[in-house]
């Protein structure tokens, strides 16, 4: 986001949108994934640095898990122990 930020001039911007995840929201349940929420928190925070600094709309769209793949499956198996 950073290097984003330095070289597209987000000033000339009308508005950002940003990727994330619900899932960081629930943190209890994301046990052992610390760089996956780290991630999602940094986007939520720059969101709002951006919007402070550049005046534009930048916003972050929190996306649900995928509930048959992915991390969502490894961390429910873990925590249910099968």
Known sequence: MLLFEKYLGFENLEFVALFSSIGNLFYQMKFGQVAYNAANE?????????????????????????????????????????
């Open 42 to 82: 940094f986007l939520a925070s720059f969101a709002h640095y951006g919007r402070e600094k550049y005046g534009i709309h930048i916003f972050t769209i929190n996306w649900t898990d995928w509930l048959d793949v992915g991390m969502t499956v490894n961390t429910q198996l873990a925590v249910l122990g099968s």
